[in-house]
């Protein structure tokens, strides 16, 4: 048990599907993210939400849509998706956004899209 | 833009030997430099977090050196196991946006028995 928990673990999906990720988190935080991991290439942040905020996009593409309905519940939507967003989708949470709080992941959703 | 250069990219030793990762960074207001393990088809981990204030932090066999002026950090693990072979990303923050972290490239170590 993880204390973030991401479903599905696995999925593949046409260009023209539209899916969801969710991330749930058990360990009280305030603060939730979601990150890419793509091979040979360092993680990168999505999006931010503190208090079901969003405080952060990353300029990420209109394909992609966050929700975050309360602080231990995060979904990215996904719509008309790219061969090239094929990758490790990865959700984490911390206490908060302040300084220096540590992350904690999921397992993450391996996206493959056809 | 903020930016994490990490090298290695891939590190080889025989178990028992140290292995070194160093990261440098570009923005000067970074105060917080976390190191996450990551194994084969598992969820990245914190291992070790060091802030600015402190230019050193060890925790049993591995270690953190920060430089804040050379604007760079380094991880060192000693007497290596098989265990410890995985992926080692570094990471950096500034400020109030602890969350908001930059991340190297990885190192893929490997241990050899």
């Known amino acids: 048990e993880t204390g973030v928990t991401q479903t599905p673990r696995h999925l593949v999906m046409g260009m023209t599907n539209k899916k969801s990720l969710k991330c749930e988190q058990h360990?009280?935080?305030?603060?939730m993210y979601w990150y890419k991991q793509s091979a040979k290439k360092p993680l990168e942040l999505m999006f931010v939400y503190n208090f079901k905020e969003q405080t952060e996009n990353n300029s990420v593409p209109s394909r992609f849509s966050p929700e975050c309905p309360n602080s231990s519940h995060l979904f990215l939507h996904l719509h008309t998706l790219q061969p090239e967003d094929s990758a490790l989708y990865l959700c984490a949470s911390s206490q908060d956004t302040g300084r220096g709080s540590p992350l904690h992941f999921g397992n993450g959703t391996r996206l493959t899209v056809t | 833009g903020e930016n994490v250069e990490q090298h290695p990219s891939t590190l080889s030793v025989q178990e028992g030997d140290s292995a070194v990762i160093k990261c440098t960074y570009s923005?000067?207001?970074?105060?917080?430099f976390p190191w996450y393990k990551q194994e084969l088809g598992k969820r990245p981990q914190l291992i070790i977090d060091?802030?600015?204030?402190?230019g050193e932090k060890k925790d049993q066999r591995i270690a953190v050196t920060l430089n804040k002026t050379a604007k760079h950090f380094s991880l060192h693990i000693t007497e290596t196991q098989p265990e410890d072979s995985a992926v080692y990303f570094c990471?950096?923050?500034?400020?109030?946006?602890?969350?908001?972290?930059?991340f190297g490239q990885g190192t893929e170590l490997s241990v050899k028995p």
């Open positions: 923005d000067s207001a970074s105060n917080y």
């Open positions: 990471a950096a923050s500034r400020g109030n946006q602890g969350g908001k972290l930059i």
């Open positions: 060091i802030r600015s204030n402190v």
């Open positions: 360990l009280g935080h305030n603060a």
